[in-house]
């Protein structure tokens, strides 16, 4: 059974920096994709940011220049930088990983963390 766990949320003054982990377990053939999504009280979960395998990225909007996606393909986990944050980043972050598990390919996802951003 695969297991998606994410650690590092939390309270954070605006301009300050975070960073969010997630390793995932489990009988896991590969991993094509992992990323980060977020959601707000009140709106969609979006796309923070997300990387393949072979590393391209792909960033919101909102949070291009400021934070910062990684993995470690050895260890299947990814990593979110998050710098400068803004009262707005605040939300529920969610780790997402594309991961081919007994031949099927799916998405599986973490159990979020918060992280709140005060002004």
């Known amino acids: 059974q695969v297991q998606l766990v994410e650690s590092g949320g939390g309270l954070v003054q605006a301009g300050g920096s975070l960073k969010l982990s997630c390793t995932s377990s489990?009988?896991?053939?590969?991993?094509?994709?992992m990323g980060w999504y977020r959601q707000a009280p009140g709106k969609q979960r979006e796309l923070v940011a997300a990387?393949?395998?072979?590393?391209?990225?792909n960033y919101g909007d909102s949070v291009k220049g400021r934070f910062t996606i990684s993995r470690d393909n050895a260890m299947n986990t990814v990593t979110l930088q998050m710098n400068d944050l803004k009262p707005e980043d605040t939300g529920v972050y969610y780790c997402n990983a594309f991961i081919n598990s007994y031949g099927t390919p799916k998405d599986y996802w973490g159990q979020g963390t918060q992280v709140t951003v005060s002004s």
């Open positions: 489990g009988f896991i053939f590969g991993i094509a994709r």
């Open positions: 990387i393949t395998a072979g590393g391209t990225t």
